[in-house]
Every structure is written in C-alpha cells, then in structure tokens.
C-alpha cells in the first residue's frame, strides 16, 4: 500500500511537470528580457530554459521510479 502511494505521487509528480513548465516557458520566451536588442537569448531565458530542462528531467525520473515500484 504505501508503494501504491509513492506511485501514485511520482505520476502526479511528473504529470505536474510536463503540464506546468512549458507554459511557464512559453510565457517568459515573450517576455522582453528574453531577448536583447538585437534578438539574442538573455540570460533570463537561459536560467529559465534550464530550470525548465531539470523540470522535465525530473519528470522522467519520476515516471521511471514509478515503473520500477509498480514491476514486482
């Protein structure tokens, strides 16, 4: 019962993840700090590509843990 629970937690975990992040990402890609003047990626963007990256990272992560409880 308590492997149901953190399977169930790691799904959530991930489903969050791959939901919310490329949201985020798509509105801070508008945003103007994003880009200079002459067009190139800011280290805003950059931060946040990366944070979003981890994210997803830790989403697959999550999935797999997830698969590897629920296989006896």
Do not use: C, E, Y
């Not at 919310?20 to 003047?37: E, G, I, K």
């Not at 830790?58 to 698969?67: E, Q």
């Amino acid at each position: 019962m308590d492997s149901l629970f953190a399977v169930v937690v790691l799904f959530a975990n991930a489903l969050f993840n791959v939901v919310a992040w490329p949201q985020f990402l798509r509105r801070v890609s508008r945003d103007p700090r994003a880009r200079n003047a002459s067009g190139k990626a800011t280290a805003f963007l950059r931060v946040h590509v990366v944070l979003v990256a981890i994210a997803l990272a830790l989403a697959v992560a999550s999935v797999v843990a997830g698969i590897v409880l629920l296989v006896p």
